[in-house]
C-alpha cells in the first residue's frame, strides 16, 4: 500500500499563491490519479481536483481559474498550486490516491495551511 | 455541482448497537458511492467503494447498499473505534463531491 506525504509552507499571505507538494511512495505515479481535497476549519470536505499522467486533469469550477495540479514523474510527486489566496482559502489540505472507480484508497495525513497577513 | 444530503447529522448510539447512515443525492449517480470514516485530526478512510463493495481490510460489520440517489451505509455492532464522522462522495459527475457528514457519538 502506498503511502502520501504533504509538504509546503503552513502560512501564506493573501493575494499569494499556495504551494504544496504530495510525495509518493510505495506506488508509481503514472498509476492511478492523484487528488486534492481541502477541509476547511468545521467544515466539510471540498474536493479540488485531479490529473494523471497521461495527461487528463480536472478541476472543481469553484477554483478553476486558480488551481493547477501537476505531476512530477522523476521525483514521484505531485503539487497543488492555488493563485490569489484569501482567508476563505484556509483549510487542511490533504493528497489523495484515486483508483479507476474505487474511490480514493490511500490519503496523507494532512497539512494545515493558513492564509493570513 | 451534485448535492449531497445525509441524515441525520448526527447519531447517538451505544456499543453493540445496529445503526445507519443515510446519504441522498440530487441527481441519480448510478452506483459511483464512497464512504469515508474520519476521526478528528486524521485523514479520512475510504471504507466503501462502488455504493456497496468493502475496501480491502475495512471490518465486515460495515455493509452498505443503495443505488441511483439512496444510499445507506449500516454497522451491524458499534466497537469502540467506530465513533467518528461519516462521509458519503460521489464520482460519478465533476466536480465529485461530499455530504456534509454524519457524527456517530457515544
Known amino acids: 500500500q502506498g503511502q502520501l506525504q504533504e509538504s509546503g509552507p503552513g502560512l501564506v499571505k493573501p493575494s499569494e499563491t499556495l504551494s504544496l507538494t504530495c510525495t509518493v511512495s510505495?506506488?508509481?505515479?503514472?498509476?492511478?490519479?492523484w487528488t486534492w481535497i481541502r477541509q476547511s476549519p468545521g467544515q466539510g470536505l471540498e474536493w479540488i481536483g485531479y490529473?494523471?499522467?497521461?495527461?487528463?486533469?480536472k478541476y472543481n469550477p469553484s477554483l478553476k481559474s486558480r488551481v493547477t495540479i501537476s505531476l512530477d514523474t522523476s521525483k514521484n510527486q505531485f503539487s497543488l498550486k492555488l493563485t490569489s489566496v484569501t482567508a476563505a482559502d484556509t483549510a487542511v489540505y490533504y493528497c489523495?490516491?484515486?483508483?479507476?472507480?474505487?474511490?480514493?484508497?490511500?490519503w496523507g495525513q494532512g497539512i494545515t495551511v493558513t492564509v493570513s497577513s | 455541482d451534485i448535492q449531497m444530503t445525509q441524515s441525520p447529522s448526527t447519531l447517538s448510539a451505544s456499543i453493540g448497537d445496529r445503526v445507519t447512515f443515510t446519504c441522498r443525492t440530487s441527481?441519480?449517480?448510478?452506483?459511483?458511492l464512497a464512504w469515508y470514516q474520519q476521526k478528528p485530526g486524521k485523514a479520512p478512510k475510504l471504507l466503501i467503494y462502488k455504493a456497496s463493495s468493502l475496501e480491502t481490510g475495512v471490518p465486515s460489520r460495515f455493509s452498505a447498499s443503495g443505488s441511483g440517489t439512496d444510499f445507506t451505509l449500516t454497522i451491524s455492532s458499534l466497537q469502540p473505534d467506530d465513533f467518528a464522522t461519516y462521509y458519503c462522495q460521489q464520482y460519478n459527475g465533476f466536480p465529485y463531491t461530499f455530504g456534509q457528514g454524519t457524527k456517530l457519538e457515544i
Open positions: 489523495a490516491r484515486e483508483g479507476t472507480a474505487v474511490g480514493m484508497a490511500v
Open positions: 490529473s494523471h499522467y497521461t495527461g487528463s486533469t
Open positions: 441527481q441519480s449517480i448510478g452506483h459511483w
Open positions: 510505495g506506488d508509481s505515479i503514472t498509476d492511478y490519479y
